[in-house]
């Protein structure tokens, strides 16, 4: 399933690893996820290094500002999960997580890659055209399937707890707001001509938003303040 969006009269259109493009398999089915930190860096050291990417283009991957706006936006959100979370870490900025999003971001491909890094990260897009006055404008729709998301509870599950998602996608919002998700790093990156489901877009600003450690299978839902360990329904 597909996550779409549209922002005043530019069009938007967000991803998150756990879908898919219309005719690809899910990535991240076939591998087990690992919050593994060491198996993390060695993969993301993998990526940089085989990455076709001028050293001068990788300093300017995301400015300042849109790093501070963005991290201060997710922390912000994971501050209002409710039933508040117990286990809810703050999240930090992560250099390799951003000069790793860069590295994707520069192919210019609408999709999540490369394949081998999804079983460790998490990862949202977004691209658009035309200006924009903030980057939480590519940021914000990720959070507003908030709307359509209702945590499970112990009592829903038997023995597993379903996805409770009433609209068309929610995982961009739960790898946003996912207790154990404590490190992010993005890049944006204009490409001249990218290949958005078919259509060409002329400079298209695609943002790239990766995540460490992933969403696992087990979600951990709260409630008084207590987190549950409990296993999701397969979607």
């Known amino acids: ?15 998150l690893c756990e879908a898919s ?6 990535s991240t089915d076939s591998s087990p996820p690992t919050n593994n930190f060491t198996d993390i860096e060695a993969a993301l050291k993998a990526q940089l290094d085989s990455a076709d990417i001028p050293k001068a283009r990788r300093k300017r991957y995301i400015s300042q500002n849109d790093m501070i706006a963005i991290l201060d ?3 912000q959100v994971r501050g209002k999960v409710f039933p508040p979370a117990a286990n809810m870490e703050y999240m930090v900025w992560d250099e390799n997580l951003a ?15 490369p394949s081998y890094l999804l079983r460790f990260l998490g990862q949202n897009l977004s691209v658009r055209t035309g200006r924009y006055r903030s980057i939480l404008q590519l940021v914000k729709p990720w959070y507003d399937e908030v709307k359509d998301y209702a945590f499970p509870y ?10 409770r998602c009433f ?10 707001v996912w207790a154990t998700s404590n490190r992010i790093g993005c890049a ?3 490409c001249q001509n990218m290949n958005v489901w078919g259509a060409v877009w002329r400079r298209a600003v695609y943002l790239v938003c990766n995540y460490a450690p992933n969403l696992s299978i087990v979600v951990s839902v709260v ?4 987190p549950y360990q409990l296993r999701l329904a397969a979607p």
Not at 167 to 176: A, I, L, S
């Open 223 to 226: 409630r008084q303040g207590l």
């Open 1 to 15: 399933m597909i996550a779409v969006s549209a922002v005043s009269s530019a069009l938007l259109f967000s991803l």
């Open 21 to 26: 493009a219309v005719v690809l398999l899910n």
């Open 73 to 75: 936006y997710h922390n």
């Open 99 to 113: 000069k790793s999003a860069e590295a994707w971001a520069a192919t210019c491909i609408w999709d999540h890659g």
């Open 167 to 176: 609209g068309p996608m929610c995982t961009h919002y739960t790898q946003m």
């Open 188 to 190: 944006i990156h204009t």
């Open 154 to 163: 112990p009592q829903d599950c038997n023995p597993r707890c379903p996805m």
